[in-house]
């Protein structure tokens, strides 16, 4: 990794390890993120679909080392360049060298719309789950519950920056639209299998997060917060939203959490197949609803490696806890008036909080004085 002067290399988080190399004097960050202290790594193997986590720090900024304030004068307005020179070692023997630069340019720290014209919020929620978990794997007093607070404090930190609201006037609070979901990421985050270790061992852990790091953004993304498609006999497969609201007694449910892929039947369809509607001529409508969702997860199964755990179940099974667990839980039994939802939905026995109250509390935060 070469950088260009004031930018400093903190680290790498991935399938890598550090070497004792530093490419330039003083291209070393003090503080490291993920496997730092070096300017280059090593990889036991490298694909097309390896992705590796940089990051770096911007020096002398402001006259302060590490701050993220104003960049000196003589900077702004200037391009600085980043150089990932990477070397493998092909099947046949064969050395190559490929060598890849990019650049981008200084601005002002204040300048918060240039700095949110350059944000990518999927890249960005992905590089804060791999900094997290890595904390989580080396920094033993990193406990969940300071992961929880770790991720709250910079969550709100970012939105007192990025935000547009009136002093103490939750109300008035309003993200820019590239940081619009990012929040709803953070949510999900906090309740992943990477936070939250409960019901899970050691090694199943140390599993998840290894996938994690090495993975591009948009699987990173599903594990982070999966997908959720659903069938009907109102039209096509449709995505709709990761949330309990979306179970329905006449719908069929595909959730894709990356590590495990699930189709759940509503009630309604679930005692239909039992009394076997599908194998009769006149329900060929029906047979062919139950067969599209199983064909979908197949080609999800077929191109993914690791290959996923595939749960088929029906809504009120045992192990509709599978989809339940990463469902936005929008109607409880403290919320809900009765067992069983609203329109032959669902709902969800936790105390957890919902997104909605999630964000409430994060604006109210976010705009105090």
């Not at 490291?32 to 036991?44: D, E, M, N, Q, R």
């Not at 047979?287 to 599209?292: E, H, I, N, T, V």
């Not at 199983?294 to 996923?308: E, H, T, Y």
């Amino acid at each position: 990794m070469i950088t260009s002067r004031d930018v400093k290399v903190a680290g790498c988080v991935g399938p890598c390890a550090a070497l004792d190399k530093k490419t330039l004097p003083g291209s070393v960050a003090d503080v490291s993120i993920g496997s730092g202290g070096t300017t280059a790594w090593k990889l036991c193997s490298l694909s097309h679909d390896t992705s590796l986590a940089v990051f770096f720090e911007v020096a002398n900024a402001g006259g302060k080392e590490g701050s993220a304030g104003t960049v000196p004068p003589a900077q702004q307005q200037q391009q600085f360049f980043l150089q990932f020179v990477t070397m493998a070692t092909m099947g046949n023997g064969e050395t190559r060298l490929r060598v890849t630069t990019t650049t981008r340019r200084w601005t002002e720290g204040a300048n918060v719309n240039d700095i949110a014209a350059g944000f990518d919020q999927e890249a960005g929620a992905t590089l804060i789950a791999r900094q997290l978990t890595w904390k989580m794997e080396t920094e033993e007093e990193f406990d969940c519950p300071a992961a929880t607070r770790w991720l709250d404090r910079s969550l709100i930190r970012m939105c007192q920056r990025f935000g547009d609201y009136r002093k103490d006037d939750a109300a008035s609070f309003q993200l820019m639209p590239q940081f619009s979901i990012y929040p709803q990421f953070m949510f999900n985050l906090r309740r992943s299998q990477f936070v939250q270790v409960f019901n899970n061992s050691p090694d199943e852990t140390a599993y998840y997060r290894m996938i994690l790091w090495r993975e591009n953004v948009l699987n990173s993304l599903v594990m982070i917060q999966p997908t959720l498609m659903a069938y009907s006999f109102n039209g096509p497969p449709e995505p709709v939203l990761l949330d309990v609201c979306s179970i329905a007694a006449d719908r069929i449910l595909i959730l894709d959490a990356y590590f495990s892929v699930v189709i759940f039947h509503g009630h309604t369809i679930a005692q239909w197949r039992k009394a076997n509607y599908q194998d009769q001529p006149e329900h060929a409508a029906f047979a062919q609803l139950l067969a599209a969702p199983k064909a979908d997860a197949s080609q999800i199964l077929g191109r993914r490696f690791p290959v996923p755990r595939l749960v088929d179940c029906d809504q009120n099974g045992s192990q509709a806890r599978f989809l339940l667990a990463k469902l936005n839980p929008s109607a409880t039994y403290n919320s809900s008036g009765q067992v069983g939802g609203v329109g032959g939905g669902d709902i969800i026995f936790t105390d957890d909080v919902s997104l909605q109250v999630f964000m409430e509390h994060l604006k109210r935060l976010a705009v105090q004085s």
